[in-house]
């Protein structure tokens, strides 16, 4: 089970969105790699970083800060906002990533989804980002009629390393993990889910330990960890405990 630490980058600097809005914007830190530097000697083992300019525009807007991150760090990075054609894939992988991670696209051209599993197997991710239960795009400016499970259930098979599920109505409120739509998603596909959206407490550390939650890769935290809610050494030794016990 692993908890990964989030950089949502908005004009070159580390914030927390609320609810997705662009204009509720909470800056960090103006050093992102110095962020992530921090994170991975807090003893974090994956890093989730989003472009959120880029999942506006299209294209990559805070290139710069995550070559910044890839050069400050040894630990794997995931990158989502902006990745949409299999040249941007095949860029941001060369340049150190250790996984991409799709969303608009997903939703607007699944095949060229299943094209990137193929050419670069186990580093393709897909963002499935829901408000309502329906899938937003363009940076969740926009909600299709698409169910999360729908979306999920079109790449099965196709080799999609992992789906991070964002519950955006829960997303940077620090109401908790939505757990029964989270749980429902990973029982209706076999791909990996990694829990994403309101993750606010040691409780919900504990609640990944449980064992109805353990079909799940991991789960993201940004704002408890940056506001000090979660204790990071507290939560990484709480998540180890339960996997050395889960292994006996």
Partial sequence: MILFPAIDLKDGQCVRLKL???EQATVFNDKPAAQARA???QGFQYLHVVDL???FAGESVNGAAVEAILDAVSFPVQLGGGIRTLAHIEAWLEK???RVILGTVAVRDPELVKSACKAF???VAVGIDA???KVAVEGWAETSELSAIELARRFEGAGVAAIIYTDIDRDGVLAGINWPSTLELAAATSIPVIASGGLASIDDIRRM???DAQVLEGAISGRALYDGRIDSREALAL????GAEERR
């Fill in 20 to 22: 997705g809005d662009m």
């Fill in 39 to 41: 994170f991975e000697d």
């Fill in 53 to 55: 300019n880029g999942a």
């Fill in 96 to 98: 150190g990533l250790a």
């Fill in 121 to 123: 197997p186990g580093q």
């Fill in 131 to 133: 408000r309502g239960g």
């Fill in 209 to 211: 330990t449980a064992p």
């Fill in 239 to 242: 998540l180890a405990a339960a």
